[in-house]
């Protein structure tokens, strides 16, 4: 089972609180007010940088925001992407499951 992401996240001078989720989705609001909403994405186990790492849900990195991650200023608009998330992740995984 992979290693749930931490319910407080620091990346740089940012520290990011986990306002909800599911298996699927997550949403985060920063210390500077706004929120962000992704993908839960799993990493294998493996190396990086000389450090062994389990398998693990990750936070994603810059490359993925606009295309499974959004960074969204208002809290109504946050937590309508984070629900349109849930139910798309949700159709795509029983899609998946019919295929």
């Not at 609180?17 to 298996?23: G, P």
């Not at 994405?41 to 993925?64: D, F, H, M, Q, S």
């Not at 991650?69 to 984070?82: N, P, Q, Y």
């Amino acid at each position: 089972m992979a290693q749930k992401l931490e319910l407080v996240i620091k990346k740089g001078q940012q520290t990011y609180t986990q306002v909800d989720r599911n298996k699927r989705a997550a949403i985060y609001q920063s210390n500077q007010g706004h929120f962000e909403v992704f993908e839960i994405v799993i990493a294998p186990e493996g190396e990086l940088y000389g450090k062994v790492y389990p398998e693990r849900e990750t936070y994603p990195g810059n490359e993925k925001f606009g295309n499974n991650a959004w960074c969204i200023s208002d809290e109504a608009r946050a937590l309508k992407k984070f629900k349109e998330l849930k139910k798309a992740l949700k159709k795509k995984a029983k899609e998946k499951e019919n295929s």
